[in-house]
């Protein structure tokens, strides 16, 4: 895989590791001739520690090779994280340290949700594109508010607090990007 063509959340083998490349910047040459570079920050899925990969444009990194099985959230004991398989029914215990970026999109209901085995032990999850959250808490919508684009603070079931649009009120379902945070629209 090329490095202009890594994205946010592929899982690439660096020194024989498996990294999930978490953050990307490109930086563009000032001189003629010279090699854009693109920077990644990355998480590497075996040791745990944090990886930073520098590549020119032409350079590229092989796709790890793991499975992806289909997981529900079980439950969560305050130390580790625990998924059903939903073609085998194996149990997969995840420490909260390693998904604790995910957990705030996670309930016990949510679809979608892949476990990446490595060497058969499970060492992540991937959420999906996008989730639908209920609105707990948030101040009162305003009524023909909505041709405004002023945002305010809406906590959701699981605590995440996402900006939401003025209009929206208490108890309403929205979807929320899992990788940028954001809101998207009513569900």
Known sequence: MLAKEIKNGSVVVYNGSPVIIRGISVQSPSARGAATLYKFRGHNLVTKQKVDITL????????????????????????S??????????????????????LPYMTE????????????????????????????????????DSATKRTKPAKMETGLVVQVPD?????????????????????
């Open 81 to 102: 994280v625990f998924f059903l398989d939903q073609t085998d029914y194996n149990q997969y215990e995840i420490p909260v340290a390693d998904v604790e970026e995910e």
């Open 109 to 144: 209901e949510l679809d979608g949700i892949l476990a990446m085995i490595y060497n058969d032990e499970c060492v992540g999850i991937q959420l999906p594109a996008t989730v639908e959250m209920v609105v707990t808490e948030c101040d009162p919508g305003i009524k023909g």
């Open 56 to 79: 020119k444009g032409t350079e590229s990194l092989d796709e790890a090779d793991f499975q992806k099985r289909s997981v529900k959230m079980m439950y969560s004991d305050g130390t």
């Open 167 to 187: 209009y929206l009120s208490q108890g309403e379902k929205i979807k929320i990007d899992t990788r940028t945070g954001t809101y998207l629209s009513r569900a």
